[in-house]
């Protein structure tokens, strides 16, 4: 999927306008909770998504999910991991305070740990699948073999890029405290 760099200026530049400190607390932590839900649904129903495609056996299918997967990184991932992150950081400033931020900071810890597996492994990933799905053959031609172990690590990492956010999320919502 070609996606343009106006594209990802408009996405991010509308979540950074959504999460500016003038908003109300209230505003703010709607944001937090929305990114959230978008962020880690995406990477969910994404995950579904492609296993549905491979379970179909269809090359042709597979090919326009993992296409499906970069443009809904741009559009759904990308700004819910702002949102968080930006209303996120807005709404823990009395937090980190008040000194009782250990939930927080684990948190953080696990929210940056996702997006450098994301960064880092998958996104490289995507593009080389969806590289290896688009230059070979045509409608109804079977992917070439080296396709499906980048597929297999796919999985692999975006389950750790997924479980650890939701990870994030239950400490969030507990906020147990840690040290």
Known sequence: MNV??????????????MSLPFYSYEWNLFMHIFGAIVFIGNMIVTAVWVAFARRSGEPDILRFAVRGVIGTDVYFT???????????????????RSGQASWIWTAIGLF????????????????????????????????????Y???????RWGGAATFLPLAALIIMVLKPRFW
């Open 4 to 17: 343009g760099k106006r594209t990802i200026v408009l996405v991010v530049l509308v979540a950074v306008l």
């Open 112 to 147: 940056v740990l996702s997006g450098i597996v994301w960064f880092a492994v998958l996104i490289p990933v995507q593009l080389r699948m969806d590289r290896i799905a688009s230059a070979e053959g045509g409608a109804g031609e079977d992917l070439p073999p080296e396709f």
């Open 78 to 96: 990308t700004p819910g991991f702002l949102l968080v992150l930006l209303n996120g950081g807005i709404l823990g400033t009395g937090w980190f």
């Open 149 to 155: 172990p980048l597929l297999a690590r796919w999985y």
